[in-house]
T-cell receptor, first 113, second 115 residues
């Protein structure tokens, strides 16, 4: 699975958009970008995933660059409850078997009142 | 729709003891993975069970073993506990299949403290 690079920490004002970047310059053509977050002392929570098109769900939007070497997770209106560590993970989706998740250090997002 | 459940929530053991952690997957899921998360670090993959067999294993010693039951629930066993085994143990479930994106859903974890 491709390696990812994320900033260690970011702050965001409550009510503003939080934009979390991720670099994955060695991504392969069949690898998807997944985002998870982990609120303190809880299990990681799946947020969104994508291959090459921009994706949106009720939690967030995922913007993947045309060359797929980087992506941005967007939380449109951050709340205090969005304070968490956000993990960007790249791996194959359809493999006939569930592939393990390889977590990096993630980005600690702190939403400020 | 029940999510992933784990028991117990917290556990305190002493060095050399053995421990068993339990996990029930999300309804409809058939694959269970276990992760260890030390304080301040990201989760590390231990192993994965599918069709009652260990399918993948991370870089963990044989002291870590597991089991999956016919109802897809799973156990993680750790023998000869060391202080370094103190961590949050996470269970994740998913549905394997050609049309599955393999999103993994995590339980709340079991906090193990080894004294």
């Amino acid at each position: 699975d491709a390696k990812t690079t994320q900033p260690t920490s970011m702050d965001c004002a409550e009510g503003r958009a939080a934009n979390l970047p991720c670099n994955h310059s060695t991504i392969s053509g069949n690898e998807y970008v997944y985002w998870y977050r982990q609120i303190h002392s809880q299990g990681p929570q799946y947020i969104i995933h994508g291959l090459k098109n921009n994706e949106t769900n009720e939690m967030a939007s995922l913007i993947i660059t045309e060359d797929r070497k980087s992506s941005t997770l967007i939380l449109p209106h951050a709340t205090l409850r969005d304070t968490a560590v956000y993990y960007c993970i790249v791996r194959v989706a359809f493999s006939g078997s569930a592939r393990q998740l390889t977590f990096g250090s993630g980005t600690q997002l702190t939403v400020l009142p | 729709d029940a999510g992933v459940t784990q028991s117990p929530t917290h556990l305190i053991k002493t060095r050399g003891q053995q421990v068993t952690l339990r996990c029930s997957p999300k309804s409809g899921h058939d694959t269970v993975s276990w992760y260890q998360q030390a304080l301040g670090q990201g989760p590390q993959f231990i192993f994965q069970y599918y069709e009652e067999e260990e399918r993948q294993r991370g870089n963990f010693p044989d002291r870590f073993s597991g089991h999956q039951f016919p109802n897809y629930s799973s156990e993680l066993n750790v023998n000869a506990l060391l202080l370094g085994d103190s961590a949050l143990y996470l269970c994740a479930s998913t549905l394997v299949g050609e049309r599955s994106y393999n999103e993994q859903f995590f339980g709340p974890g079991t906090r193990l403290t080894v004294l």
